[in-house]
């Protein structure tokens, strides 16, 4: 017998579960261990795949000069500074391995928590956390706002203002609202204030687009009510002339027509569709955003800007084989330029657009 049969022999006999260890075991050590010197070359072509750009002034007068422990260093005539592959990008000044972070994207893409994904990848806590906000910082930096054109539907959604993670890390941070209680709910006494209806400003407004070619644009614009003027400034210079924009019938729209030249198509409340035209496609996607969003237990909205790039992400390639999924994940991460310190966690306010 030989002994690729009598390990598949020894595998059948193995659990449901056991199987499966056993196969994120291999794909550890055979498919992740392979790609590492595979993705560094993608990553070097595509960072240069309209030649060699400065990562510190994007000059173009670059020259080689040397390696240092094997890597390949590169100086800037322009500023006279050097750089490698790697200078600036989601691993950039990273004392693990590679392949540490290629099993770390995957934790990403499945959808891990913080925790679950430093016990996979056996990393601290901390260091889990950083390396998230790293890699989906520098996806967004990738994937950017985006543009849509041809039929286009719009609406938006929103989710609570979160300030989680403050209390404990800033020293400095007053709540400015009154804390959400948890727990059982006591009967409300006479002097209990009543609890506002509607939206409010401790409501973030993410507005959302899609197009029938998939184009995506997913956005923080204001806090509270949006008005016309930050539908505005999300659609300036992202919308092609000539589109269809299929919206609802919230006020903040009524001008889009006269100041853009697109065709506004008005699904009225209570209605579904109006025709060819409708917005059940953004419903829909509203409708997994927020089935995704849930399990990681809220948010802070300091953060949101990044959770809203990493669902698009998934959208933009969720036909993918998983596979190729967490190559393309990190090749992407490495593409643009996008040094994140520590201290930018820290200090970061809400990315509205």
């Given at each position: 017998m ?41 990553v ?44 600036n ?7 693990k ?8 994207a ?7 928590s ?46 609570r ?16 609202r ?25 409501q ?5 687009a ?24 999300l ?19 009524i ?7 697109v ?40 953060y ?23 190559k393309r994940l990190?090749?992407?991460?490495h ?7 520590i ?11």
């Amino acid at each position: 017998m030989s002994n690729v049969t009598s390990v598949l022999t020894q595998a059948k006999a193995l659990s449901e579960q056991e199987q499966q260890e056993l196969l994120t075991q291999l794909e550890e050590h055979l498919v992740l261990g392979s790609q590492v010197a595979q993705v560094t070359k993608e990553v070097k072509e595509m960072r240069f795949s309209k030649g060699r750009v400065c990562c510190h002034c994007n000059g173009t007068d670059v020259v080689r000069n040397g390696k240092n422990k094997g890597v390949q260093r590169y100086l800037c005539r322009s500023c006279k500074k050097s750089f490698s592959d790697l200078t600036n990008s989601a691993t950039y000044k990273s004392k693990k391995t590679l392949d540490k972070w290629l099993r770390y994207a995957k934790c990403i893409l499945n959808g891990y928590s913080i925790r679950k994904s430093a016990e996979i990848v056996e990393i601290n806590i901390a260091t889990s956390f950083y390396w998230r906000h790293k890699i989906l910082n520098c996806i967004s930096e990738f994937l950017g706002i985006g543009s849509v054109d041809g039929l286009v539907e719009a609406d938006e959604t929103f989710f609570r203002l979160s300030y989680k993670g403050n209390h404990s890390k800033s020293k400095g941070f007053t709540m400015p609202r009154k804390p959400y209680l948890r727990g059982p709910k006591s009967k409300k006494s006479e002097n209990e204030e009543p609890k506002p209806r509607g939206i409010s400003r401790n409501q973030v407004a993410v507005m959302c687009a899609i197009d029938r070619t998939g184009n995506i644009i997913s956005e923080l614009i204001c806090n509270g009510r949006m008005k016309y003027k930050d539908v505005e400034r999300l659609f300036k210079g992202r919308i092609e002339e000539n589109s269809t924009l299929c919206i609802d019938s919230h006020k903040s729209y009524i001008r889009l027509d006269n100041n853009f030249d697109v065709d506004i198509q008005k699904i009225e409340t209570g209605k579904f569709k109006k025709g060819i035209y409708h917005i059940q496609h953004i419903n829909s996607y509203h409708s997994r955003l927020k089935k995704w969003m849930d399990g990681f237990n809220g948010v802070a909205t300091k953060y949101l800007a990044n959770y809203m790039y990493w669902f698009k992400w998934i959208e933009l390639f969720k036909t993918d084989k998983d596979s190729m999924k967490c190559k393309r994940l990190f090749i992407q991460s490495h593409v643009s330029y996008s040094n994140t310190k520590i201290k930018d966690f820290k200090n970061r306010k809400p990315l509205y657009i």
